[in-house]
C-alpha cells in the first residue's frame, strides 16, 4: 500500500511555475492531474506570479493534516514550498511531494522520483513512501532559511552565479559556467568550524556543503550522502594551483563520486558549521540569494516530510 492510500490523502495542492525552468510546469500539471483524479483525489491548482509566490501559497493555503503539497519544477520551487510550510503560524507540516521538472532536481533523484514525466511521477508518489528528511537550517544575520540541497561558497558559489545570469543557455550553462569561473576565482579565506570542535583557518579554493549525493542527471557528486541519515557533507579544497583546481574539477564532473579519492579533496561528515569569510563573502544556499558570512548551520534531521517512490519497487 503506498502512501496516498496508507494516508487518506483526499486532496492535494499542486503548486506550479507555469513559465520557470524549462517552461514544462503546465505539461507535468496536467499528467499528474489525471493520475490523482483517476485515483478520486481532489486537485487543486496554484500557479505562481512571482518570485516567492510559491513560498507565499505553502505559507497561506488553507491545509487540513491529510493534504499534500504538490510542487511543480526543480529544486528552486521546492525549496520555496519547503520555506513556507515551516513558516505557517499553524504549525502544519502537511507531507510534501514534489513533481521534478526543473533545470537541477537533485532532491527528487535522491526521492528515486522521475524527472520531466508528470505521470511517472504522479504515479510513484501515490504508490510511494514517506521520507523524513533533513534540512539544513542556516542563520546569517537576521535571516534564516532551510536548505535542502546544498551550501556552497567560492569557486561553486561564483559558478552558480554565473550560471543563473545566464539562464538562456539552459543546463550547458553549468560547463560554460564552470571554465568561466574557473580561471577568474581564486583560493578565498576562511575560517571553519565544525561541529563546534575542529577549527579550520585557512585559503579554500572549494567549498560545498550537501544533502543530495547527486550533481546531475546520472551524475553522482557524493555516493554516500543520504537524506535521511541525520548529517550533511562537507567536501572542501584548501588553496590550489589552477592546475590542481582545473584537475579537480574535471574529475569531479566525472560524476561518479572518484574525485573523493584525490589528495587536494577533504571530506567530513557534519551536524554544525560555522562559516566565518571576509565581510559579506556570499554563500549560494540551494541556487538562492546569497547570505553573506559570518553564517551558521545546523542539521535539522527529518525535519520535513517528502513523498518519494517506494524503495520496494525499482522504477522503470
Ligand atoms: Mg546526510
New binding site residues.
Partial sequence: MGVVASTEVTRVHAIVNPYGGKKNGLRLLDEARRVFEHGGIRFLTYETEYAGHARDYARSLLLEEADVLLPIGGDGTLFEVVNGLLARDDEQHVLVAPVPGGSSNYMGQSLGLPADDGDAAARAIVAGEVRPV?LGHVQSGDRSVHALCALSWGYIEELTACAERNRWMGVQRYTAAGFHELWKTGPRPARITFDGEEVIEDTFSLFLCV?TEYMGRDRVLLPE???D?G???VIFCRALSKTHLVEVVARMNQGDGSWLSSDHVEHRRIRSLELVGENGDPVNVDGEPNLPMPLRFEVEPGAVRLVGASRGDALT
Fill in positions: 533533513d544533502n550522502a543520504r537524506i541519515d548529517y550533511w557533507d
